[in-house]
């Protein structure tokens, strides 16, 4: 039967370093509070000359490189951002650019931090489909250029750093899938009531004469603005429940998972979600702590850490969650 693998990962970080203490200046917080509700110790700011796409080639390169691809075998491209580097055309467009393969089709995911898990899914039916052999997912964000950096917004700020991780998914014939590398399952949700609870306002359609109001610009409609209780209490309901339905869908337990690599939102959420499961700490990779929340991509950085740390070996089952804005869910177990 022909599945789809994961050949390999990439990632990629700007160079430059904010700690808790760098916000303390910008704003009214501190390395204390930022720790204790997130977990978050650090997170990487691009420079004003670096753009989404930037990011997320130099990811593309390093997963291509690893997986011995070449960029001409590729057959389709899928970026997930939330921070494309401009209102149209997509990320992915400007992805394949800079990475010199025209003609193959470029796809962009606008489904915030479950992003990178829709995009394995849409990639999975194409190969599984027989359509495409080797595609390549990046998710990638630079938060940092649409923050409001003053005490107004530092409930949003400090939670957000900019980063990208990319696959190389490729058809594979499984013969015995106890062993052999390959996507199980993916399942996606949304719940668009919810989509006013963490969002981007503006600029938009959806406002006013001109996608432009210069005089919301003044007050910030281009900031995200989150009810950051509500999107906890989903968060913690969600992500067990779809986490549930991935193992239950595959017949699996939580015991039967190598590693857990969950989206990175809040370190908090995730140590719930596993003592729901009873899941023991060793066996969930969070990278919170070094990135912060980098959104569509802290799944593929997670598996790239993971794997350069000797933490994620072929033929490891692994299981992945998210949940984040729209309200958007998913949940995927892959055997690596
Ligand atoms: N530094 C210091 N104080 C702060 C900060 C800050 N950065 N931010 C808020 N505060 C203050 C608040 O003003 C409030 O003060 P008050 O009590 O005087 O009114 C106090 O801290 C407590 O604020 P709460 O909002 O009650 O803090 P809470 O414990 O709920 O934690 C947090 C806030 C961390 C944001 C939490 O609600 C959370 O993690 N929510 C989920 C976030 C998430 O998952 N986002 C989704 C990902 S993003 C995406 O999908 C694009």
């Known amino acids: 039967m022909i599945r789809s693998e994961i050949l390999a990962t990439g990632m990629h970080v700007p160079a430059n370093l904010v700690k808790n203490d760098d916000l303390s200046s910008m704003m009214d917080t ?23 796409s930037d990011l997320a080639v130099e990811a593309c390169k390093k997963a291509l490189s690893n997986a011995k691809v070449d960029k001409s075998e590729i057959d389709m491209i899928i970026a997930a951002t939330l921070t494309p580097d401009h209102e149209f055309p997509g990320l992915a467009c400007f992805v394949q650019k800079k990475l010199g393969i025209p003609g193959v089709p470029a796809l962009d995911i606008r489904q915030q931090c479950t992003g990178f898990i829709y995009s394995m899914s849409i990639a999975d039916q194409f190969i599984r489909s027989g359509t495409y052999k080797k595609i390549l997912i990046v998710g990638a964000e630079i938060h940092s250029k649409g923050l409001d950096k003053t005490t107004v917004g530092r409930d949003v700020t400090v939670l957000f750093g900019d980063g990208a991780g990319a696959v190389v998914l490729a058809a594979k014939d499984v013969a015995d899938p106890k062993k052999d590398s390959h996507i199980l399952s993916t ?76 989206h990175q939102a809040n370190l908090r ?58 309200f958007t869910w998913a949940s995927a177990i892959y055997r690596y």
């Open 30 to 52: 501190s390395d204390e509070w930022i720790r204790q509700r997130t977990g978050i110790e650090q997170r990487y700011w691009a420079d004003a000359t670096t753009s989404t």
């Open 187 to 262: 399942h996606i949700h949304a719940d668009g009531t919810f989509a006013e609870e963490l969002w981007v306002e503006g600029p938009g359609s959806g406002v006013g004469a001109d996608r432009v109001d210069f005089e919301k610009l003044k007050e910030g409609y281009h900031y995200p603005k989150m009810n950051g209780k509500a999107v906890f209490v989903h968060a913690v309901k969600r992500m067990p429940e779809v986490l549930q339905e991935a193992l239950t869908a595959n017949n699996l337990k939580p015991e039967d998972i190598d590693l857990f690599v969950f």
């Open 269 to 326: 959420i995730n140590d719930m979600v596993a003592k729901q499961f009873n899941i023991p700490e060793e066996k969930v990779f969070n990278t919170i702590q070094k990135y912060a929340n980098t959104t569509a991509a802290t799944i593929p950085i997670g598996l790239d850490e993971a794997v350069r740390s000797g933490k994620l070996k072929k033929g490891m089952l692994v299981a992945s969650a998210a949940f984040g804005s729209g």
